[in-house]
């Protein structure tokens, strides 16, 4: 089992920053991808960024040249920084990471963006 605990979000305006954390617990030897997802009102839940262990990162189009994922392995804890974040950025954002096959979710935390 592994457990994810994310703080960081809040509100904040258009064109401002925010960085979220993710930390894991438990069974962290087997985690291999560490990700960033968002759901908005009424619409699914969509991949916002995703890091595997060696470091190859991918981004959604909508967030590429804004946001940038990183991990700290040390501290078996995954960030997402945004900039220039825009109100269609707002959101539940959600923190998953994959150990030995199986996919695991942080609790969620608000990010709102106003205009």
């Known amino acids: 089992q592994v457990q994810l605990v994310e703080s960081g979000g809040g509100l904040v305006q258009a064109g401002g920053s925010l960085r979220l954390s993710c930390a894991a617990s438990g069974s962290i030897f087997g985690i291999d991808t560490m990700a960033w997802y968002r759901q908005a009102p009424g619409k699914q839940r969509e991949l916002v960024a995703a890091?595997?262990?060696?470091?190859?990162?991918n981004y959604a189009d909508s967030v590429k040249g804004r946001f940038t994922i990183s991990r700290d392995n040390a501290k078996n804890t995954v960030y997402l920084q945004m900039n220039s974040l825009k109100p269609e950025d707002t959101a539940v954002y959600y923190c998953s990471v994959s150990s030995f096959g199986r996919r695991y979710w942080g609790q969620g935390t608000q990010v709102t963006v106003s205009s």
């Open positions: 890091i595997i262990s060696g470091g190859t990162t």
